[in-house]
T-cell receptor, first 113, second 115 residues
Framework: SQQGEEDPQALSIQEGENATMNCSYK?????LQWYRQNSGRGLVHLILIRSNEREKHSGRLRVTLDTSKKSSSLLITASRAADTASYFCATDARETSGSRLTFGEGTQLTVNP | DAGVTQSPTHLIKTRGQHVTLRCSPISGHKSVSWYQQVLGQGPQFIFQ???????GRGNFPDRFSARQFPNYSSELNVNALLLGDSALYLC??????????????FGQGTRLTVV
């Protein structure tokens, strides 16, 4: 089964609104990464947050991490139609070395113009 | 600088055939990992290679194999293809397992269709 589980599975909003996606995981982690995927193409790296960090920003993106609850959230502010994509969280577990990422099922975000 | 490059972009094979997928990592990256993404699901880890050695293997049958070359590029081989092998195969490049908390960057993937 997947380590990460995104919630919701699908999200539809209007341009300009904020979008929040959540991710839960099961084991201890080194870090958690968020990716975007457009229409079955490659994954675009958005942001990495380390296990000792609680919040991180990158442009319109804000990621939080709560290791006590084993959860993370991705907030996209002032969304645009171009943000329409699938978003995945991926965890790098503490007990494995290197980049062996475990992905969730993803959240399909639709931003309506 | 070029990102992660994968070839071919699309491939159609018949059941029972063999396929080889190729990946070139970002310059300076020594680790390559392979993932399989079935339609509607998240990517699943297949292999990680670093310095030409296998550093990790996911829950995939022995029909799947890979190798890494001295220039850090990598090949994923799948034998005796099954219909269920139809998926997007993604290659990820990173600095390597000796460097903690580094990003993994993905290529555009190879779309494999088995008929």
């Amino acid at each position: 089964s997947q380590q990460g589980e995104e919630d919701p599975q699908a999200l539809s909003i209007q341009e300009g609104e904020n979008a929040t996606m959540n991710c839960s995981y099961k084991t201890s982690i080194n870090n958690l990464q968020w990716y975007r995927q457009n229409s079955g193409r490659g994954l675009v790296h958005l942001i990495l947050i380390r296990s000792n960090e609680r919040e991180k920003h990158s442009g319109r993106l804000r990621v939080t991490l709560d290791t006590s609850k084993k959860s993370s959230s991705l907030l996209i502010t002032a969304s645009r139609a171009a943000d329409t994509a699938s978003y995945f969280c991926a965890t790098d577990a503490r007990e494995t070395s290197g980049s062996r990422l475990t992905f969730g099922e993803g959240t399909q975000l639709t931003v309506n113009p | 600088d070029a990102g992660v490059t994968q070839s071919p972009t699309h491939l159609i094979k018949t059941r029972g055939q063999h396929v080889t997928l190729r990946c070139s990592p970002i310059s300076g990256h020594k680790s390559v990992s392979w993932y399989q993404q079935v339609l509607g699901q998240g990517p699943q880890f297949i292999f990680q290679y670093y310095e030409k050695e296998e550093r990790g293997r996911g829950n995939f049958p022995d029909r799947f194999s890979a190798r890494q070359f001295p220039n850090y590029s990598s090949e994923l081989n799948v034998n005796a293809l099954l219909l269920g092998d139809s998926a997007l195969y993604l290659c990820a490049s990173s600095l390597g397992p000796g460097v903690m908390n580094t990003e993994a960057f993905f290529g555009q993937g190879t779309r494999l269709t088995v008929v």
